[in-house]
Structure formats: structure tokens, C-alpha cells
């Protein structure tokens, strides 16, 4: 018999070979139904694959992320399978699932296209294919078999793969007519898939390359019942209409020039309000924590980088190096403020007593995204990180780190981002190669974060081979509101660039130590957490935020002169607002407005010009009557003050 230990610590005996399918059947057949992967000792796992030792298992169901990785990365192979049917000749690059579905990386031919007009056709396909209940089959292969069989095929993108493999840890997964070139996990048969939908096409890079063959992106979602492929279609919808690039154009935030570049954000005037407004509201919450601002310049010198870690890590994402008139002196654009930040620490002798060091810059910086990966302010080759690096002691380190965590708190509290956890990324759990330092600093560093988010009392995930590659972090996992889950706000404890940069202080017994350094963005980078908290909000920011507060829109010309009157009265009083005198009617006018999520709507013409009072909308809720001007400023002023409060006082 062998020993199946369970997450809450409990011990069953079954014969070897049991499978998670068996041991769920022996919970309950409830369970033996939803199960659809299994972790055994940290590895994910097929449900139908035999556990021969003791082991400590993880059973996985479509509410776990691991249980919807098997059934998207199973439905990736179905929709390869239809699309080797109704496409021969095509050949496969690689098909993962992703948060929302998968895709698959397809080559059809020289000459040969798909359009969203094929997707039905291929939908069509795979649900023939699903009531086959075609079981997915794993084989351990060799190198020289897999060689062999891919070779045999003409799939040169498989064949690329399995060069960089190891003998012995190679597997093929099969269903139906289809076999793949797989690690796994995945469902026991096509039966499981019940509801297909086929979202769009796109191209991409053969391992995101731009000088590899373009190949054609296939995405899809797939689900096991109809009722939630009927609620992700409404969610679509909902999307759409917060899509940030759709209301960043509306509301005239932010843009894009060819002429200036793919991937740069030009920032238009109201959204450099609102990205100042951010950036002073973090400022003074960093200020009541301690920090102080520094300024670095948007390059530095190539040495820099390759003293950092950054430029073997990084290099082939940066911009290319600058050459200067200088014979061998390159630069290049700054890709991260850490490295900058160290040079400020090395300006003096540091001693114990002014530790610990913050420094915070809202710091430019420049990768080199490949354009197919571009998106929206999401995927930007220049963005500007709210950064900043703490140098503390060891004894300090805990301390500074739940700090951190509080300073997200306040941010989190003040944007209404309610629904979070706390990621805990750590090195791979064997394969160190691509992490730098040495392993008991790592060890020191991980067990700080583990012990700084239990005592915080946060809601955490690990995982492994997350982590930075000078240390591991925590990684805040935010559900917007419709759901969607993105990473806000990062910190990382590093042992690793103190060492490299030789930083050093003096300790209470006179001789020299080096310090640890925190890196903590709470924002993350201000393209991506705005473009977050646009689609979070719909466009309807906190009125302390929002970058116009009110508009002004007289019925018709002739009350002009009121609204500039009042329009000068409500700037005077702090008030943001707008003067919408085009000669449109009123109806209009609102329409236009609340479009750009004005908050509030203000109406005037005979009757308020006579009684110097204001018809005032609330965007969303409709007339609230009428306001002297006083009135309206005082219930603006009040508003924000109360907003404003809630957050000082979190």
C-alpha cells in the first residue's frame, strides 16, 4: 500500500497504482465528476495517471486555476485536431492555455489565410470531435523517437523544440487523429468539453521573434457547462465598452502617433491630470512613510546594466545600445531605475543609523516589446514605473516589508480594488539556472516574504518559478469588476544587486555590512495601472480623482454669459469644470458628456439664469434639482473632502 497525504494533513492508504480520478471516487462521486487535474508532490498532473509511491496530492475542479489549465490546454489540442482535419498540411507551433482560454500557433502554408469568417466552420468541427469522447493518452518518448515521429511529418517547429529537450523528459499526448508534442496535464476525454467559442486571429512571431516566420494566432475559451459560456459572452460585452482603449479615446486621455512610435503613449492634458493627481496622492502617502524623491537620467552608461544582472537578462528585450562619439562608449535607455538607485545609495559612507534608506522615483522607462505583444497602455515599450528601493538591515527587513503591504492597503482602499491575493513568487523548486545570488540569501528572502504576508494576515497563493531573477517577490492579484484578474503592485526583497554594487554600511560594531534592498511599485507602471482602474471603473473615477468634476451646458447661447459666470465661480471654489457652449441641443449635449464620464451635469438657461441657481445631473443617476452656486460648491468641496478622509483615516 502506499500513503496518499492530503492538504489538510490527513493520510489514506491505496494500492499502488491509484490515479486522482480513484482517490476523488473515493471521497464521492460528486467529486469524481468535477475533478479534472491533480498536483502530486508539487507536479500537475493527469487525473487518470497512476500514483505508484507516497505522495502528497491537491485535487483540482474548474474552480481551481490548475483544474481550468487542463481543460483549456485540452481544448487547445481539440481545435489543433479539427484544424488537422479541415487544413492538411497545416503545421503547429505551440498551443497553451492562458488566464482566459488558449491558443494555438498555426502554420497553414505559403499563401494560405484565416479569417474570423473561419472560426465557425472550425468551432463546428470541434464539437463533432467532442462527441467521440476520443481519450487523451500520454506516452513517455525519447529524443530520437520524438526526432523520428515529428521529422517524419515535416512539422519543423516541433522539431525545434524537441533539439532543446532532454533525453528522458520528453511525452506525447494523443486524442483521436492528433498527436502532440506535450508535457500535459490533461482531461481523461473530449466528452468533458461541453459549450466552444473561437474569439479572434491574430499573428505572432515564431518564438516571438520578428525575424522567425509570422504564424496565425488562434485564441478560444471553452467551457464545461452552456450556462457559462452564456455568462462569459455577457462579460464580453461588458469588456468591450470598458475597454480602456475605447474610453481613453473618448474621454480624451491618452493616444498613439505612428510618427512617434509603436508602443509610446502620448499623454493628452486631461489624462496628465489625472496621472499628476495619482502621482500626488502616492507622494504624500510615501512622504508619511519616509521616503524621499530622487530624479534619474532616461539612460545610463551600458556597464551600468551589465553590473546590474539587467543587460544579460534583459538585453535582447532593450532598445539597442547608443553609441556616442566616444570610441567603445555606449548607453543605453534606461530599461530599470534599480541600478540608478544603488549609485545614489554608493554617494556617501552609509552607518546602521540612517537605516534604512527609501528612494522613490516616478522613473521612465524603455523595453524593447515585440509589436505583435503591443497593447493598448497594457503593453507599452515606454512606461513610467511609481518606484522605489528601500536599503535596510536584516533586522529592519520584516518591518519594512509589511510597510509596503500597507501602502498598497491605502492605494487598493482609495480606487475600490476590494477582491485581491497575495501572490507569493519563488525560485523554481530545482532548476536555479536562471536566478543569481546565492542559495542561503534566496532562502533568507523567501522566508521574510512568507512570514511578512502571514503576519499581514493576507489572502496567498505560491508559486514557483515567479520570482525575479535577483529575488523573490509578492505580487498583488487584483479581480476588477467584472471579474478579470490583473497584477497590481509588486515587492521584492533582493540580497543580490546589494552584493553586486558592493554597497555597503557601517554596523554598531564598527565593521562593515551590506544592506538588503526592497523593490516595491504599488501602481506597478502608471500606463498599466491606469488603463486597469479605466476598465475597472468604467471610466467613472472617484471624484477626488476624475479629471473634470462638472460641466457647464447653457440650453442655448443667448445664457452664455451665465454659464462663463458660473463656470469662473466654480474654478475659483477648486471645482474642475467645463464649458460645453457648442450651439447642439441640450439632449445632445448630455448624451456627449456623459459619454466622457462627466460627473456632474450642469443645465442652465432663463430660469436659472434669473434665479442664479443651477439644474444639476448626477452622471448615471439622473436630476438632483436645483443649486445655488454656493450650494453646488459646497457639495462638490464636501465630496472630495469625504473621499479624501476615508482614505487618510484607512
Known amino acids: 500500500m502506499i500513503k496518499?497525504?492530503?492538504?489538510?494533513?490527513?493520510?489514506?492508504?491505496?494500492?499502488?497504482?491509484?490515479?486522482?480520478?480513484?482517490?476523488?471516487?473515493?471521497?464521492?462521486?460528486?467529486?469524481?465528476?468535477?475533478?479534472?487535474?491533480?498536483?502530486?508532490?508539487?507536479?500537475?498532473?493527469?487525473?487518470?495517471?497512476?500514483?505508484?509511491?507516497?505522495?502528497?496530492?491537491?485535487?483540482?475542479?474548474?474552480d481551481d486555476a490548475e483544474g481550468k489549465h487542463a481543460f483549456w490546454h485540452s481544448s487547445a489540442h481539440l481545435m489543433a485536431e479539427a484544424m488537422q482535419e479541415l487544413y492538411p498540411g497545416i503545421k503547429f507551433g505551440i498551443g497553451p492555455a492562458v488566464d482566459m482560454g488558449f491558443y494555438?500557433?498555426?502554420?497553414?502554408?505559403?499563401?494560405k489565410v484565416l479569417t474570423d469568417k473561419d472560426l465557425p466552420k472550425i468551432e463546428k468541427k470541434m464539437a463533432e470531435l467532442v462527441k467521440t469522447k476520443s481519450e487523451y493518452t500520454r506516452t513517455d518518448v525519447s529524443k530520437q523517437e520524438a526526432l523520428e515521429f515529428f521529422g517524419s511529418k515535416n512539422e519543423e517547429y516541433k522539431l525545434e523544440l524537441i533539439n532543446e529537450l532532454e533525453d528522458g523528459t520528453i511525452s506525447f499526448y494523443k486524442q483521436g487523429e492528433f498527436t502532440d508534442l506535450c508535457r500535459g496535464p490533461h482531461l481523461p476525454n473530449t466528452s468533458y468539453i461541453k459549450a466552444i467559442k473561437l474569439n479572434s486571429i491574430a499573428g505572432a512571431y515564431w518564438r516571438g521573434d520578428e525575424k522567425r516566420p509570422q504564424l496565425t494566432r488562434v485564441y478560444g475559451i471553452t467551457f464545461p457547462k452552456k450556462k457559462f459560456l452564456d455568462e462569459y459572452v455577457v462579460l464580453m460585452e461588458e469588456a468591450k465598452k470598458r475597454d480602456h482603449r475605447k474610453l481613453g479615446k473618448e474621454m480624451e486621455l491618452f493616444t498613439f502617433s505612428q510618427n512617434v512610435g509603436l508602443g509610446m503613449p502620448l499623454w493628452l492634458p486631461k489624462g496628465t491630470q489625472l496621472r499628476e493627481r495619482l502621482e500626488n496622492f502616492l507622494k504624500r502617502v510615501q512622504k508619511k512613510f519616509g521616503y524621499e524623491q530622487v530624479i534619474c537620467p532616461h539612460i545610463g552608461n551600458i556597464n551600468l546594466y551589465k553590473t546590474s544582472g539587467h543587460y544579460d537578462k534583459y538585453g535582447a528585450d532593450s532598445f539597442q545600445p547608443i553609441q556616442t562619439p566616444q570610441e567603445d562608449e555606449e548607453y543605453m535607455l534606461k530599461p530599470m531605475n534599480c541600478p540608478h538607485h544603488c549609485e545614489i545609495y554608493k554617494f556617501k559612507p552609509r552607518s546602521y543609523r540612517d537605516l534604512p534608506l527609501r528612494?522613490?522615483?516616478?522613473?521612465?522607462?524603455?523595453?524593447?516589446?515585440?509589436?505583435?505583444?503591443?497593447?493598448?497602455?497594457?503593453?507599452?515599450?515606454?512606461?513610467?514605473?511609481d518606484d522605489a528601493h528601500i536599503f535596510c538591515t536584516p533586522d529592519q527587513l520584516k518591518d519594512e516589508f509589511k510597510k509596503v503591504i500597507d501602502i498598497i492597503f491605502i492605494i487598493f482602499n482609495a480606487l475600490n480594488f476590494e477582491d485581491f491575493t497575495a501572490q507569493i513568487s519563488l525560485r523554481h523548486q530545482t532548476d536555479r539556472t536562471k536566478y543569481i545570488g546565492e542559495e542561503s540569501n534566496w532562502d533568507k528572502a523567501e522566508q521574510a516574504i512568507i512570514e511578512a504576508a502571514e503576519e499581514k494576515g493576507l489572502n496567498t497563493v505560491v508559486e514557483y518559478d515567479e520570482a525575479a531573477f535577483y529575488g523573490p517577490k509578492l505580487d498583488f492579484m487584483v479581480k476588477d469588476a467584472i471579474g478579470r484578474k490583473w497584477q497590481l503592485g509588486t515587492i521584492q526583497v533582493d540580497y543580490n544587486?546589494?552584493?553586486?554594487?558592493?554597497?555597503?554600511?557601517?554596523?554598531?560594531?564598527?565593521?562593515?555590512?551590506?544592506?538588503?534592498?526592497?523593490?516595491?511599485?504599488?501602481?506597478?507602471?502608471?500606463?498599466?495601472?491606469?488603463?486597469?482602474?479605466?476598465?475597472?471603473?468604467?471610466?467613472?473615477f472617484p471624484l477626488w480623482l476624475t479629471p473634470e468634476q462638472a460641466v457647464i451646458m447653457p440650453i442655448s447661447e443667448k445664457y452664455n454669459e451665465y454659464a462663463k459666470k458660473v463656470l469662473n465661480s466654480l474654478n475659483n471654489s477648486d471645482i474642475r469644470t467645463l464649458l460645453d457652449d457648442r450651439n447642439e441641443k441640450i439632449g445632445r449635449k448630455i448624451r456627449d458628456n456623459e459619454l466622457k464620464k462627466i460627473p456632474y451635469l450642469i443645465i442652465v438657461g432663463e430660469e436659472e439664469a434669473n434665479s442664479n441657481t443651477l439644474s444639476v445631473r448626477r452622471q448615471g443617476q439622473g436630476d438632483m434639482g436645483k443649486m445655488t452656486i454656493e450650494e453646488f460648491s459646497d457639495y462638490i468641496n464636501n465630496e472630495v473632502e469625504q473621499q479624501l478622509a476615508s482614505i487618510e483615516n484607512y
Open 4 to 62: 496518499i497525504t492530503f492538504p489538510d494533513g490527513n493520510v489514506k492508504e491505496f494500492e499502488p497504482g491509484v490515479s486522482g480520478l480513484d482517490i476523488a471516487k473515493s471521497i464521492s462521486n460528486r467529486l469524481a465528476k468535477e475533478v479534472l487535474s491533480v498536483t502530486v508532490n508539487e507536479d500537475l498532473w493527469d487525473i487518470t495517471r497512476p500514483i505508484t509511491t507516497d505522495s502528497t496530492i491537491k485535487l483540482h475542479t474548474w
Open 104 to 111: 494555438y500557433d498555426v502554420d497553414l502554408g505559403e499563401g
Open 359 to 385: 528612494y522613490a522615483e516616478f522613473g521612465t522607462v524603455y523595453r524593447y516589446e515585440q509589436s505583435g505583444e503591443l497593447h493598448g497602455l497594457t503593453r507599452v515599450r515606454s512606461f513610467t514605473q
Open 497 to 540: 544587486l546589494p552584493e553586486r554594487f558592493n554597497l555597503e554600511y557601517i554596523g554598531s560594531d564598527n565593521q562593515k555590512h551590506r544592506p538588503i534592498m526592497i523593490h516595491r511599485a504599488p501602481f506597478g507602471s502608471m500606463e498599466r495601472f491606469v488603463a486597469v482602474l479605466l476598465e475597472h471603473t468604467g471610466g467613472k
